[in-house]
Each structure stands twice: as C-alpha cells, then as structure tokens.
Nanobody, 124 residues
Framework: QVQLVESGGGLVQAGGSLRLSCVASGSIRSINAMGWYRQAPGKQRDLVATITNGGGTTTYADSVKGRFIISRDNAKNAVYLQMNSLKPEDTAVYYC?????????????????WGQGTQVAVSS
C-alpha cells in the first residue's frame, strides 16, 4: 500500500525550533489531505495541523497557531511541520497521516496511512 516515514524529531530547549518531515512511498495515485498529529504519554492522539492537496487550506490546533507551520511538496509526496517557539507542553510523539488513492491491478483503492512516529522533547 502506502508507507509514511517521519524524521526530524529530537530534543530541543524551550523557545527553540524543529522541522519535521514525512515522505510517502508506494503505488500512490494521489494524496488528498495530509496532516500531523501528536500523542503525549497517557493522553489521546490529537490533531496538530492539516493541509489540503493544493496546500490552499490549512488547519491548526489552537495550541500551536502562530507557532507551527504546515506545508507540503506534492512532487515529493511530502509534508512538513515547522515548529517554532517550542514549549515543554509540545513534548509528544508526532505522527504523520495521509489519505488518498493508490494503484492496484484492478484500478485505484483508497488508503489512510500513518507513519511510525517521531519523538519531540522540549526541555524547560
């Protein structure tokens, strides 16, 4: 099907920045929405930001508005998350999600795929 691989996580001090990347691979026909989610220990997985196919529409969680920027490169089947002014409460495992269609012998099939996650830790 379609695999997503994230990268760019790490440990950073409060106020610092990180840039996450996610690349999709497989028999991709098209990718519609892409997004980033995060899950802190003992908490549910929450939406961070999403972006439409053309990149014209983005949505952000209130907690990251003005600090995070989501973008995508359709030619590379990639989505990025620029995280600025990081806070300790941003500490979580960040997951990439993509929805679209992939090719099969019989035509196209829809998919929803998640990456394996990348750890972001922000120290105070």
């Amino acid at each position: 099907q379609v695999q997503l691989v994230e990268s760019g996580g790490g440990l950073v001090q409060a106020g610092g920045s990180l840039r996450l990347s996610c690349v999709a691979s497989g028999s991709i026909r098209s990718i519609n929405a892409m997004g980033w989610y995060r899950q802190a220990p003992g908490k549910q997985r929450d939406l961070v930001a999403t972006i439409t196919n053309g990149g014209g529409t983005t949505t952000y969680a209130d907690s990251v508005k003005g600090r995070f920027i989501i973008s995508r490169d359709n030619a590379k089947n990639a989505v990025y998350l620029q995280m600025n002014s990081l806070k300790p409460e941003d500490t979580a495992v960040y997951y990439c999600k993509a929805e679209g269609y992939y090719g099969t012998t019989y035509g196209s099939q829809s998919f929803v795929s998640w990456g394996q996650g990348t750890q972001v830790a922000v120290s105070s």
